[in-house]
């Protein structure tokens, strides 16, 4: 594998309705969508659409409903190998109510039980450590995350943590360990203490996260776009121009795209256009899986500025 994603599986169930019925009514559902989900998922769902050979590690319950997810998982290009299929657990599921406007609301039913265990890690110690590239989705329990990260690093593999790791004494050296960092707005605004309201407190805050261990930052800024800091250059790009559905797996396309390019060797410009460009053609659908194709992408790219050269 070229990658291996740590993070959530989970069903997707998406409804899209006109409106969210007051109690004791009800709504039409005028679309409906069921899909293997959870941000692990979408990420390594992007990355085998993009090409890359991706696996996947996170936790399905024993029940029909998990053996269907890992069915289409690998029907999907993605490894599935290292998913833990938990004795007695039910499934994860995340609802997810859509309506106009791009405005949605989540029902989850992730118990702790479809969290990863330290010990998970450990099993998948042959995985996490074949694949060159790692991405930690932190919504895991930071034990598991950090315990993924030693074994990664130890083995000279690239780290890419999606998300604010919780301060809870592992931040330091999670941020330390990784190569590449993506932060969504409120992520980064936790991380930083900064109030990421324009670009350049956004680039500021971004540097000082540089100075912490990765390599490549990026961060959200609101409705104003992305930014991103490596050594030696930053670069802002807005968001694609394109009609919003759905900004649910906006960020998780983000990731799959930046993680892409950077696996392959692009520079950091070139990653940074594929994430954005990936990010906005999830945005155009119901729900959080993307759909990658090679000629949305391409028309995606071709709508934000050339900052490659």
């Given at each position: 594998?070229?990658?291996?994603?740590?993070?959530?599986?989970?069903r997707?169930?998406?409804?899209?309705?006109?409106?969210?019925?007051?109690?004791?009514?009800?709504?039409?559902?005028?679309?409906?969508?069921e899909?293997?989900?959870?941000?692990?998922?979408?990420?390594?769902?992007?990355?085998?659409?993009?090409?890359?050979?991706?696996?996947?590690?996170?936790?399905?319950?024993?029940?029909?409903?998990?053996?269907?997810?890992?069915e289409?998982?690998?029907?999907?290009?993605?490894?599935?190998?290292?998913?833990?299929?938990?004795?007695?657990?039910?499934?994860?599921?995340?609802?997810?109510?859509?309506?106009?406007?791009?405005?949605?609301?989540?029902?989850?039913?992730?118990?702790?039980?479809?969290?990863?265990?330290?010990?998970?890690?450990?099993?998948?110690?042959?995985?996490?450590t074949?694949?060159?590239?790692l991405?930690?989705q932190?919504?895991?329990?930071?034990?598991?995350?950090?315990?993924?990260?030693?074994?990664?690093?130890?083995?000279?593999?690239?780290?890419?943590?999606?998300?604010?790791?919780?301060?809870?004494?592992?931040?330091?050296?999670?941020?330390?360990?990784?190569?590449?960092?993506?932060?969504?707005?409120?992520?980064?605004?936790?991380?930083?203490?900064?109030?990421?309201?324009?670009?350049?407190?956004?680039?500021?805050?971004?540097?000082?996260?540089?100075?912490r261990?990765?390599?490549?930052?990026?961060?959200?800024?609101?409705?104003?776009?992305?930014?991103?800091?490596?050594?030696?250059?930053?670069?802002?790009?807005?968001?694609?121009?394109?009609?919003?559905?759905?900004?649910?797996?906006?960020?998780?396309?983000?990731?799959?795209?930046?993680?892409?390019?950077?696996?392959?060797?692009?520079?950091?410009?070139?990653?940074?256009?594929?994430?954005?460009?990936?990010?906005?053609?999830?945005a155009?659908?119901?729900?959080?899986?993307?759909?990658?194709?090679?000629?949305?992408?391409g028309?995606?790219?071709?709508?934000?500025?050339?900052?490659?050269g």
């Amino acid at each position: 594998m070229d990658v291996i994603v740590m993070g959530q599986v989970a069903r997707d169930l998406v409804l899209v309705v006109p409106e969210v019925p007051d109690a004791g009514s009800t709504a039409p559902v005028r679309t409906r969508r069921e899909v293997p989900g959870g941000k692990g998922t979408n990420i390594a769902v992007g990355l085998a659409q993009l090409g890359v050979r991706v696996g996947l590690l996170g936790v399905v319950g024993d029940d029909a409903v998990g053996q269907g997810l890992t069915e289409r998982l690998r029907h999907d290009g993605v490894d599935t190998g290292a998913v833990v299929r938990r004795s007695g657990t039910a499934t994860g599921l995340i609802v997810e109510v859509l309506t106009g406007g791009g405005r949605w609301r989540y029902l989850e039913d992730l118990p702790p039980a479809v969290q990863l265990h330290e010990d998970d890690v450990h099993a998948a110690e042959a995985a996490l450590t074949a694949a060159d590239w790692l991405v930690v989705q932190l919504q895991q329990p930071p034990a598991a995350a950090l315990a993924a990260v030693r074994l990664a690093k130890g083995a000279g593999r690239r780290v890419v943590l999606d998300g604010a790791p919780a301060d809870d004494g592992r931040r330091d050296e999670l941020l330390s360990r990784a190569d590449v960092l993506r932060a969504d707005h409120h992520e980064a605004e936790l991380l930083t203490g900064y109030r990421l309201d324009d670009v350049g407190t956004a680039l500021r805050a971004a540097r000082e996260l540089l100075s912490r261990g990765p390599s490549v930052v990026a961060l959200a800024v609101g409705g104003a776009g992305n930014v991103f800091a490596w050594e030696g250059g930053d670069l802002v790009l807005p968001l694609v121009d394109v009609d919003v559905v759905d900004s649910t797996g906006g960020g998780d396309a983000f990731v799959a795209g930046l993680t892409c390019a950077l696996s392959r060797g692009d520079r950091p410009e070139r990653a940074a256009r594929l994430a954005v460009a990936a990010a906005g053609v999830t945005a155009t659908h119901p729900g959080g899986r993307p759909d990658l194709a090679a000629h949305r992408v391409g028309r995606a790219l071709e709508r934000l500025p050339d900052t490659t050269g």
